[in-house]
C-alpha cells in the first residue's frame, strides 16, 4: 500500500483490515476505493482493489444463490404481468392493502390488526394501454431484517416503487425511515442527474458509450475499469453528468436506482403540512376511504417511470395501434424493431415519425433516431 494516501482513505483501509464478514469487507473495499484519489500514481492500487472487490461480490453472489436454493420463502416472488411493476411500500396500516383494492380488482386482506399482510398480492390497472401491476406487500418492520429482505427482493426486480404514508402520523419521519431503509439496502430513490443502460452483446469486451460528462474520467477509463470488474458482453451506455465515484458505486456494488413516489393516505383524518421534500419525488394527498385523488395515481406512476409509450403503425394503414410499446427513454428505433421482430431489425431500411420527436409529421429517420412518449412509429423493411 502506497504511504502517500490521503489520511481519509488510510482510515478506510483499516476498516478493510477490521470487517469481520464477507458482506463487510465488500462495503469497506468499496468506500475505500471511493477515498483514494484517482491518478496515475493510485493506478495499481485503484486496478488491485477494483480486482478485489470484482472477486468477493462473485464468491457473495455465489453464496446467495446457494442459500435461495436452500430457502426462499414460498409464495414471495410475484410473476411481472403487464408493462410496468411497482411495489406499493410503507409502514403497518398506512393503506397499502386498502389502496390495491381501490385501485386494482386484486384483494388484499385489510384490517385494524397490525402486519395482516404476510404475502403479496398483485393487480392490475390500465393507464391508456399501458398495464401497471401493483404489488401489495408486507408491511417494513423496523430492526427485522429476517422479515424485510422478502420486501427488499421484491423491490429490486421491480420497475418502482409506491410508497404509502399515514397523515395521521409522521409522514416526515416515516418518509426518512423508509429513504434509510431503502438506502441501507442498496436501494436509491429521488432524482438523480445521470442513467446507465445495460445491453446484452455478443462481444466479449465490453463497450462504454459516454453520452454527457463524468468528473474525473474518460470513456476510455471507464472502459478499463470495467474490464477490471470483470465486465464482458456487455454495452453500457450513460447518459447525463456525474461524478467518476458516482458511476463507480453503481457498477461495483449491487447498488440500484428505482423511480419512486409518494402517496399520503387518509387525508379524511387528517390535513398534512406538504413544506417537506421529498428527495424530489412527486407527491400526491389521498384518501382512499373518501375515494380522493386515487384516479391520479397511475399518470404519476407512469410518468416517473422513464418509459415512454409508443404507437406502431403498419406501412399501409392508417390507424396506430391502440396498445402501445412501453420502452425505456433513450431507446433507438432500431431497438424498437428488435423488439417487435428480429427480421424487421435485420432488414430495417428507414421509419417514418408522428409526434413529438420530429419537426415534421411523417418524417423519415433512421435507426438511431430517439423518439418521445406518444409518438407514432412506421418501419419499413
Ligand atoms: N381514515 C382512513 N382510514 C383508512 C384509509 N385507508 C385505509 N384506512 C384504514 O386503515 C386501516 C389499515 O388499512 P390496510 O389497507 O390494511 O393497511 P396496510 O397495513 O398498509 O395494508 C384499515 O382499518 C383501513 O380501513 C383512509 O383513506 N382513511
Ligand atoms: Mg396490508
Not at 455465489?62 to 435461495?68: A, H, P
Not at 404481468?81 to 409502514?91: A, K, P, S
Not at 452483446?201 to 478499463?224: C, H
Not at 461495483?252 to 413544506?275: C, G, Q, R, T
Request: aromatic content about 8%; hydrophobic content about 40%.
Amino acid at each position: 500500500m502506497p504511504a502517500n494516501l490521503p489520511k481519509e482513505a488510510l482510515l478506510k483501509y483499516q476498516k478493510v483490515l477490521e470487517a469481520k464478514t464477507k458482506e463487510e469487507k465488500l462495503k469497506a473495499l468499496q468506500e475505500y476505493l471511493s477515498a483514494i484519489p484517482k491518478h496515475k500514481g493510485t493506478e495499481n492500487l485503484v486496478a488491485q482493489v477494483r480486482h478485489q472487490i470484482a472477486k468477493l461480490r462473485k464468491e457473495i453472489e455465489k453464496e446467495s444463490e446457494l442459500k435461495k436454493k436452500i430457502g426462499s420463502a414460498p409464495g414471495f416472488n410475484i410473476k411481472k404481468e403487464g408493462d410496468l411493476q411497482y411495489i406499493i411500500v410503507g409502514f403497518t396500516k398506512s393503506g397499502k392493502s386498502s389502496l390495491l383494492s381501490a385501485l386494482t380488482n386484486a384483494k388484499s386482506e385489510i384490517s385494524l390488526r397490525p402486519y395482516t399482510t404476510t404475502r403479496p398480492a398483485a393487480g392490475a390497472v390500465n393507464y391508456g394501454g399501458v398495464i401497471i401491476q401493483l404489488v401489495d406487500s408486507p408491511s417494513i418492520m423496523e430492526n427485522n431484517d429476517d422479515w424485510n429482505k422478502n420486501i427488499i427482493s421484491l423491490i429490486r426486480s421491480a420497475d418502482g416503487i409506491l410508497i404509502v404514508l399515514d397523515a395521521t402520523k409522521s409522514i416526515q419521519n416515516d418518509f426518512n425511515l423508509i429513504y434509510k431503509f431503502l438506502l441501507d439496502n442498496g436501494i436509491i430513490i429521488g432524482k438523480k442527474n445521470f442513467s446507465l443502460r445495460f445491453i446484452k452483446s455478443v462481444v466479449k469486451e465490453p463497450v462504454f458509450i459516454m453520452n454527457g460528462e463524468i468528473e474525473g474520467a474518460t470513456a476510455n477509463y471507464i472502459r478499463r475499469m470495467l474490464i477490471e470488474y470483470g465486465y464482458r458482453n456487455i454495452i453500457i451506455e450513460f447518459n447525463g453528468k456525474a461524478t467518476l465515484n458516482e458511476v463507480e458505486a453503481y457498477l461495483n456494488s449491487n447498488v440500484v436506482h428505482k423511480p419512486a413516489i409518494v402517496v399520503i393516505n387518509k387525508i379524511d383524518e387528517n390535513k398534512v403540512n406538504l413544506d417537506f421534500d421529498f428527495k424530489g419525488l412527486p407527491v400526491l394527498e389521498i384518501s382512499v376511504k373518501e375515494n380522493i385523488g386515487i384516479e391520479r395515481i397511475p399518470e404519476i406512476i407512469f410518468s416517473s417511470s422513464e418509459k415512454i409509450r409508443i404507437y406502431t403503425k403498419e406501412p399501409n394503414e392508417d390507424i396506430p395501434s391502440k396498445k402501445p410499446l412501453v420502452v425505456d427513454k433513450n431507446t433507438k428505433i432500431i431497438e424498437i424493431a428488435e423488439k417487435i421482430h428480429r427480421d424487421l431489425a435485420k432488414n430495417f431500411k428507414y421509419a417514418r415519425i408522428w409526434g413529438k420527436s420530429v419537426k415534421f409529421q411523417g418524417e423519415k429517420v433512421g435507426p438511431d433516431h430517439i423518439p418521445m412518449d406518444g409518438d407514432i412509429v412506421e418501419i419499413r423493411a
